[in-house]
């Protein structure tokens, strides 16, 4: 993990095998019950959320959709700009 050093503190850096882990956790499920609603099996959940596996771009769609996370932040680890009326032109 790394850690950034940002304006307000410090900003850990999860893997993604650590942000499967949260993303699974976050939405209360256990690795049986994602690997049922995502169609993987429990083991691949298990190997991924070990670093033990990559997963794939449609599994990472597939974790973010069934958990409520953001896919952008599943697969990469950053975290989406929030729209605000003044970094959204279309907006007021």
Request: net charge positive.
């Amino acid at each position: 993990m790394l850690i950034l050093i940002g304006e307000t503190g410090v900003i850990p850096q999860f893997g993604i095998s650590h942000r499967v882990r949260l993303a699974r956790e976050y939405a209360g499920m256990q690795q049986s019950e994602l690997a049922e609603k995502t169609g993987l099996s429990r083991t691949s959940i298990a190997n991924i959320e070990r670093g033990s596996n990559m997963p794939r771009k449609k599994s990472i769609a597939a974790i973010a959709s069934v958990t409520g996370v953001d896919h952008k932040w599943l697969a990469t680890g950053k975290a989406p700009v929030p729209v605000t009326e003044t970094n959204n032109p279309g907006m007021g």
